[in-house]
């Protein structure tokens, strides 16, 4: 997805150990993919892994930090925690399983960019009508929306 991408994972290597594997990624990964919902983010990526198992290695992550999103009253950015925990399947490369939309195949070598995953998680814990307290909207917004703008 991303060519420098901090959330690729070597599922051979990091599913040899009981230890967690922890990512961070900033506002300038979050930036590049230029996506209007998710404006930047500061998380941290807490990862366990298992298997593989009939070739499909899992993947358990926790995304924690913060995120800037667009207020859905006035516009304007405005930041959202997140703390939220997700799973994946990955197909081993090397595998006789096939590959399915729940478990995409690995890249050669069993590397995995789970960043597009990870951004769905992000995008996925956004609230429904997310918006600013009442009262901290961008004001000319407000007054557009209640007819009483200039």
Same mark, same amino acid.
């Given at each position: 997805?991303?060519?420098?991408?901090? !959330? %690729?994972?070597?599922?051979?290597? #990091?599913?040899? %150990?009981?230890?967690?594997?922890?990512?961070?990624?900033?506002?300038?990964? !979050?930036?590049?993919?230029?996506?209007?919902?998710?404006? *930047?983010?500061? &998380?941290?990526? #807490?990862? @366990?892994?298992?298997?593989?198992?009939?070739? &499909?290695?899992?993947?358990?992550?926790? &995304? /924690? $930090? %913060?995120?800037?999103?667009?207020?859905?009253?006035? $516009?304007?950015?405005?930041?959202?925690?997140?703390? %939220?925990?997700?799973?994946?399947? &990955? #197909? *081993?490369?090397? /595998?006789?399983? +096939?590959?399915?939309?729940?478990?995409?195949?690995?890249?050669? $070598?069993?590397?995995?960019?789970? $960043? @597009?995953?990870? !951004?769905? #998680?992000?995008?996925?814990?956004?609230?429904?009508?997310?918006? @600013?307290?009442?009262?901290?909207?961008?004001?000319?917004? +407000?007054?557009?929306?209640?007819?009483?703008?200039?």
């Amino acid at each position: 997805m991303h060519a420098d991408s901090p !959330f %690729t994972i070597d599922l051979r290597h #990091t599913a040899g %150990t009981e230890e967690l594997l922890c990512l961070e990624a900033g506002d300038a990964y !979050f930036k590049s993919l230029g996506d209007p919902e998710i404006l *930047s983010a500061e &998380v941290r990526v #807490t990862i @366990h892994m298992s298997g593989p198992r009939a070739g &499909v290695y899992r993947i358990a992550y926790h &995304v /924690s $930090g %913060t995120a800037e999103t667009p207020c859905d009253r006035c $516009g304007a950015t405005m930041t959202m925690a997140v703390d %939220t925990d997700d799973e994946r399947y &990955v #197909t *081993s490369y090397d /595998s006789d399983a +096939e590959p399915t939309d729940e478990a995409p195949l690995a890249q050669r $070598g069993d590397r995995y960019d789970l $960043g @597009h995953d990870v !951004f769905e #998680t992000i995008a996925l814990a956004r609230p429904l009508g997310c918006s @600013h307290p009442q009262g901290d909207c961008d004001q000319g917004a +407000e007054d557009y929306i209640s007819g009483s703008a200039d």
